[in-house]
């Protein structure tokens, strides 16, 4: 099941403000999302959020439509909360209008990480599950 990660250029020095922000997310209303059919397209699994310095990352780990994790979240409120209180920390300000759903989305995308090396046990040589 693959991942993707999220940056966000911040502020140095803000790290404990940074994360009182994240503390209190309010988490998405269901992990399911479904695709632009309305058809089911995946599952968020889980997300970690790490910060050092100016660069934030939030990782996400998750199976099925990556492009539809970005209007699922683009959906949620509490993405929408935390956005407007981590946009004084942001170092460089959003090109796109993040209170939109397709400007949401857009930046979504444009701040996704290249992926170079997802590894996991289900694709170690060893087998998964072997003892």
């Known amino acids: ?8 250029r911040v ?11 994240f503390a209190g997310f309010q988490r998405v209303d269901t992990p399911d999302f479904s695709g632009d059919d309305g058809d089911a397209a995946g599952r968020l699994l889980g997300t970690g959020v790490f910060i050092k310095d100016d660069v934030l990352v939030r990782v996400i780990h998750y199976e099925g439509d990556f492009a539809a994790i970005g209007r699922h979240m683009a959906a949620q409120k509490g993405v929408h ?3 407007t209180k981590l946009a004084p920390y942001l170092s ?11 400007g949401f989305a857009a930046h979504f995308r444009e701040a996704t990480m290249r992926p ?16």
Do not use: N
């Open 11 to 21: 502020k140095p020095g803000h790290e404990e403000e940074i994360a009182e922000i």
């Open 1 to 8: 099941m693959p991942y993707a990660a999220i940056t966000y």
């Open 92 to 102: 460089v300000q959003r090109e796109t209008d993040t209170t939109t759903p397709e």
């Open 116 to 131: 170079i090396a997802q590894l996991t046990v289900e694709s170690h040589p060893a087998g998964a599950g072997t003892s």
């Open 81 to 83: 909360i935390l956005e």
